[in-house]
């Protein structure tokens, strides 16, 4: 079992590393390597998606998002995010890209997939592709090179696939300045607030107490609770029994040499003159000419920061052409050669990349430097100690997990090695064992979500809790239940009171928008209420409201108004309580502004664009198949 966990535990760590570079190991998976069973989870138009292929799915999502939530993941959320649909809708639209790219006949050459892999910095030594780090990186991945290159070869089909939909999908100007005006509009509103809270003169009688119970015991509901006697297994407490030899030291240095050197970058900014791969020959020369005369006028000494904000078509002008320190693999490769050639300082002539004309300037070049093994070995030393440790531990959690089959032999065996079992108060799923426990608890949360699933008196298996491994007993149970109303009759009073406040306070709010439209004098209705006419001012649809602050809700109903149409459908729910609101006036921008903001506007509609026709597309081709998922799946 020791062995198993410890595969694993690699297997994700370079899942980690190569998932920020290669998004094929989370989102393709390798099942389909590892079995071919005959059952299955669905069929995709006569393809099979076997249970291997989506337990491998299933499990990278997970571990995605862990990476992302770390303690807060527990069985819940899980639950809550669906993610097992999610898993399998994920492998069904793998399977039907790669039916459509056949279709289309797209294909990826053996060069075009050498390429693609040698650029992938994970196996690369000093910027270029090493044969022996890709493979000692496959294998610690459990991957062969020819699994892996299945896998990335669909990979940059699918992405060959996607290309081809999304090529047509462009945004023109007047789409862009329609969006400028939409999203720069601003309008200005008269509101009036119904606060629940200003309706102090409520008092439920018994009756009513009574009823709102009856019809709320649910949500007064006792949560279960349990009580578990634990060891805590800390790596801390073996380190001073490790013992690591200079020899051990040594070999980690040579074997792991590239995690002691830090690679060439460059800081650099450009001027980017933009220009279609398919350009006929006279738009080239075109476009080329312009790029020299930018550089020429960079050599005059003109600053080349603003250059690049008068001139550049790249998101970057805005900083100046700014592009950050990067590594040689993170920029095209024409771009890339030309930076790591120059100097600080220097200033390139035009390099054309797919994108288009680049004229560079270097800031900064940061050579790469090595630790030597002397500066090293401190570090190498306390990293082997806390693996070491981190085995012991785990060594010992298994042995007395394996001599432990159930009643008091926790105890027993804890006794025996002289080890200190703890048993806890009972605690709920949700909050987890007392906080006085934290010192021998340090992952409460991920605690109390494994020890809710034990059967009573059930020893459960190691786990890794971060900070240690735990072996835990549940060995009491209490059923959760509906109180009586007795032990919750202030609760219930309390909560009622807010509910028939706020009810008040809507009742009050639909009276006023109905005086309203019969053409009352908002002024003088409010009057009578003893309620403000608060004018915001003028606020666009994703700012704040002047005296409300940022209600989403309210600022869409503003939106909708116009002289026709002064008042909504109904009141206003807000944080503060019910809102009404009234129509004053509107403001259509002009076109100042337009040019500055014009490029990012057009980036971020072509990614709209772009999601939405790649997503309709794929809906269409899935209304086309014949996808059936086995009964079983949801069971």
């Given at each position: 079992?020791?062995?198993?966990?410890?595969?694993?535990?690699?297997?994700?760590?370079?899942?980690?590393?190569?998932?920020?570079?290669?998004?094929?190991?989370?989102?393709?998976?390798?099942?389909?390597?590892?079995?071919?069973?005959?059952?299955?989870v669905a069929l995709v138009n006569g393809e099979t998606i076997t249970s291997e292929e989506y337990r491998e799915e299933y499990n990278n999502t997970?571990?995605?998002?862990?990476?992302?939530?770390?303690?807060?993941?527990?069985?819940?959320?899980?639950?809550?995010?669906?993610?097992?649909?999610?898993?399998?809708?994920?492998?069904?639209?793998?399977?039907?890209?790669?039916?459509?790219?056949?279709?289309?006949?797209?294909?990826?050459?053996?060069?075009?997939?050498?390429?693609?892999?040698?650029?992938?910095?994970?196996?690369?030594?000093?910027?270029?592709?090493?044969?022996?780090?890709?493979?000692?990186?496959?294998?610690?991945?459990?991957?062969?090179?020819?699994?892996?290159?299945?896998?990335?070869?669909?990979?940059?089909?699918?992405?060959?696939?996607?290309?081809?939909?999304?090529?047509?999908?462009?945004?023109?100007?007047?789409?862009?300045?329609?969006?400028?005006?939409?999203?720069?509009?601003?309008?200005?509103?008269?509101?009036?607030?119904?606060?629940?809270?200003?309706?102090?003169?409520?008092?439920?009688?018994?009756?009513?107490?009574?009823?709102?119970?009856?019809?709320?015991?649910?949500?007064?509901?006792?949560?279960?609770?349990?009580?578990?006697?634990?060891?805590?297994?800390?790596?801390?407490?073996?380190?001073?029994?490790?013992?690591?030899?200079?020899?051990?030291?040594?070999?980690?240095?040579?074997?792991?040499?590239?995690?002691?050197?830090?690679?060439?970058?460059?800081?650099?900014?450009?001027?980017?003159?933009?220009?279609?791969?398919?350009?006929?020959?006279?738009?080239?020369?075109?476009?080329?000419?312009?790029?020299?005369?930018?550089?020429?006028?960079?050599?005059?000494?003109?600053?080349?920061?603003?250059?690049?904000?008068?001139?550049?078509?790249?998101?970057?002008?805005?900083?100046?052409?700014?592009?950050?320190?990067?590594?040689?693999?993170?920029?095209?490769?024409?771009?890339?050669?030309?930076?790591?050639?120059?100097?600080?300082?220097?200033?390139?002539?035009?390099?054309?990349?797919?994108?288009?004309?680049?004229?560079?300037?270097?800031?900064?070049?940061?050579?790469?430097?090595?630790?030597?093994?002397?500066?090293?070995?401190?570090?190498?030393?306390?990293?082997?100690?806390?693996?070491?440790?981190?085995?012991?531990?785990?060594?010992?959690?298994?042995?007395?997990?394996?001599?432990?089959?159930?009643?008091?032999?926790?105890?027993?065996?804890?006794?025996?090695?002289?080890?200190?079992?703890?048993?806890?108060?009972?605690?709920?799923?949700?909050?987890?064992?007392?906080?006085?426990?934290?010192?021998?608890?340090?992952?409460?949360?991920?605690?109390?979500?494994?020890?809710?699933?034990?059967?009573?008196?059930?020893?459960?298996?190691?786990?890794?809790?971060?900070?240690?491994?735990?072996?835990?007993?549940?060995?009491?149970?209490?059923?959760?239940?509906?109180?009586?109303?007795?032990?919750?009759?202030?609760?219930?009073?309390?909560?009622?009171?807010?509910?028939?406040?706020?009810?008040?306070?809507?009742?009050?709010?639909?009276?006023?928008?109905?005086?309203?439209?019969?053409?009352?004098?908002?002024?003088?209705?409010?009057?009578?209420?003893?309620?403000?006419?608060?004018?915001?001012?003028?606020?666009?649809?994703?700012?704040?409201?002047?005296?409300?602050?940022?209600?989403?809700?309210?600022?869409?109903?503003a939106f909708k108004l116009s002289n026709a149409n002064m008042l909504p459908d109904a009141p206003i729910k807000g944080g503060k309580g019910y809102?009404?609101?009234?129509?004053?006036?509107?403001?259509?921008?002009?076109?100042?502004?337009?040019?500055?903001?014009?490029?990012?506007?057009?980036?971020?509609?072509?990614?709209?664009?772009?999601?939405?026709?790649f997503d309709a597309w794929l809906s269409s081709i899935r209304n086309k198949s014949v996808i059936s998922i086995e009964k079983s799946f949801w069971?």
């Amino acid at each position: 079992m020791l062995r198993l966990l410890r595969q694993n535990a690699t297997n994700w760590l370079i899942k980690i590393i190569l998932g920020a570079i290669v998004v094929v190991f989370v989102f393709w998976g390798v099942g389909s390597f590892r079995a071919q069973r005959k059952d299955r989870v669905a069929l995709v138009n006569g393809e099979t998606i076997t249970s291997e292929e989506y337990r491998e799915e299933y499990n990278n999502t997970i571990e995605r998002l862990r990476q992302r939530l770390g303690n807060n993941l527990n069985d819940d959320m899980i639950k809550m995010l669906n993610l097992q649909s999610q898993a399998l809708d994920r492998l069904i639209d793998k399977k039907l890209m790669l039916q459509e790219a056949a279709k289309l006949n797209f294909r990826v050459t053996n060069d075009e997939l050498a390429d693609t892999i040698k650029q992938i910095e994970a196996f690369q030594k000093d910027g270029n592709f090493d044969r022996k780090i890709y493979e000692h990186v496959l294998e610690q991945n459990r991957l062969t090179p020819q699994q892996f290159e299945f896998i990335q070869k669909n990979a940059m089909i699918i992405e060959k696939i996607r290309s081809f939909i999304l090529s047509n999908v462009k945004v023109s100007e007047q789409e862009a300045i329609e969006w400028f005006k939409w999203e720069n509009t601003s309008v200005n509103i008269d509101f009036v607030l119904f606060e629940p809270g200003r309706y102090d003169d409520i008092n439920p009688t018994s009756d009513e107490i009574n009823s709102f119970f009856e019809d709320n015991k649910e949500f007064c509901k006792i949560d279960a609770m349990i009580k578990v006697r634990f060891l805590c297994f800390d790596p801390d407490a073996y380190s001073s029994v490790v013992k690591i030899t200079n020899e051990e030291i040594q070999d980690y240095y040579e074997s792991n040499i590239e995690k002691f050197k830090t690679q060439k970058t460059v800081e650099a900014r450009h001027v980017l003159i933009k220009l279609d791969q398919s350009s006929n020959p006279e738009t080239v020369e075109k476009k080329r000419k312009t790029a020299f005369d930018i550089f020429k006028l960079a050599m005059e000494g003109i600053d080349f920061a603003e250059l690049a904000k008068q001139y550049s078509e790249c998101p970057s002008k805005n900083k100046g052409g700014y592009l950050g320190e990067f590594k040689k693999n993170a920029m095209v490769k024409p771009f890339a050669e030309k930076a790591f050639q120059m100097k600080a300082g220097e200033i390139s002539e035009p390099v054309r990349t797919q994108y288009g004309w680049h004229i560079i300037k270097v800031e900064k070049v940061n050579e790469d430097t090595g630790v030597s093994f002397k500066d090293a070995k401190d570090k190498i030393r306390n990293k082997l100690v806390e693996e070491k440790a981190k085995n012991l531990a785990y060594e010992e959690a298994e042995a007395v997990y394996d001599a432990s089959f159930e009643g008091d032999d926790l105890i027993t065996n804890a006794e025996a090695r002289g080890l200190n079992i703890v048993t806890t108060d009972f605690f709920t799923k949700n909050k987890g064992p007392d906080v006085k426990m934290a010192t021998e608890i340090k992952n409460r949360s991920s605690f109390a979500s494994y020890a809710f699933n034990l059967s009573l008196m059930e020893i459960g298996e190691v786990q890794d809790f971060e900070t240690g491994y735990y072996i835990i007993q549940l060995i009491e149970k209490i059923p959760e239940k509906i109180p009586e109303l007795k032990d919750v009759e202030e609760r219930i009073r309390i909560d009622l009171i807010k509910q028939m406040r706020d009810e008040k306070a809507n009742k009050y709010a639909n009276e006023l928008l109905v005086a309203l439209k019969d053409n009352k004098h908002l002024d003088k209705e409010c009057e009578k209420l003893n309620l403000n006419v608060v004018t915001t001012g003028f606020f666009k649809r994703n700012s704040s409201m002047p005296h409300i602050a940022f209600e989403q809700n309210i600022s869409r109903a503003a939106f909708k108004l116009s002289n026709a149409n002064m008042l909504p459908d109904a009141p206003i729910k807000g944080g503060k309580g019910y809102y009404i609101i009234r129509f004053r006036d509107r403001k259509v921008p002009g076109l100042d502004g337009f040019e500055e903001e014009k490029e990012k506007i057009k980036e971020k509609l072509l990614k709209q664009k772009m999601f939405k026709t790649f997503d309709a597309w794929l809906s269409s081709i899935r209304n086309k198949s014949v996808i059936s998922i086995e009964k079983s799946f949801w069971e």
